[in-house]
């Protein structure tokens, strides 16, 4: 089949503040290659992702990235079954073959409780990612794993997981968790702990007095919070463009050496963490 120079590119929402730079990154890479990007913004629904889909094989794209996020994807059925070349953006699959690129979130959630840990606080808690999502399964399991290797408790309380990965959702979890008074939350992403520090407000919970947070991603604006939010800063533009130049390697035939790369997030910490004060305040 004649190639077009066109990639496909499965977004789960575009107003994500998360995915433009992992969007221009993909971009500038297929364009150094001489590919244009096609984008598709699904809102993570089965039926949008079908026909977006769809488009871009009638369209003739040469391959796709795809970034959407549930694990059980009908989608990444669809394409390993018509051999349609692609690589997986900011997740992973259960197909030890799928070529991905990747958080190594295991490794960031061990920093993050670490960095906790290390501030005194023991009554740590977490805002899971939906658990259908590799980010969000993945997440959860590495803070379990690191309160095991610091020797707290893994409390069931402790633990809320969001309906999906947005302020709103963060906001609810975080009323759950702020009844039961950790003196921490690890938010799976920094749209959560935006919703945590609603939720803390309305609460009267100061942050870092009385709570500190943590997030993941180092989205755009979050230094600037009141107070700055301490995160774990995901490469973005460098995920994309990876994930692109992998594409193209396979699209052209030429040896990947590495078919599933797991990026390294780096610790950010500003002054929503704290030495903590107590050793868990006592609910009201």
Sequence with gaps: MRRTRTLGMLVPDITNPFFPPIIRGAEEAARERGYELVLCNTDDDAEREKASLRVLRE??????????????????????????????????????????????????????????????????????????????AERAAGYRDALRTHGLPGEAALIAEAVAYSEDAGYAAAKRLLEVAPTAIFAANDLLALGVLRAAREMGVRVPADLSLVGINDIPMVGLLDPPLTTARVPQREMGAIAARMLITLLEDEPVHDRHVRLPAELVVRGSTAASQTAGRRVA
């Design 59 to 136: 369209r003739q794209a040469d391959g796709l990235l795809i970034a959407t996020s549930r694990m059980a994807d009908a989608t990444l059925a669809s394409v390993r079954r018509e051999r349609f070349p692609f690589v997986l953006v900011n997740r992973g699959s259960r197909v030890v073959e799928d070529p991905a690129v990747e958080v190594d979130n295991a490794r960031a959630a061990a920093e993050i409780v670490a960095h906790l840990v290390h501030l005194g606080h023991k009554r740590i808690a977490h805002i899971a990612g939906p658990l259908n999502t590799t980010t969000g």
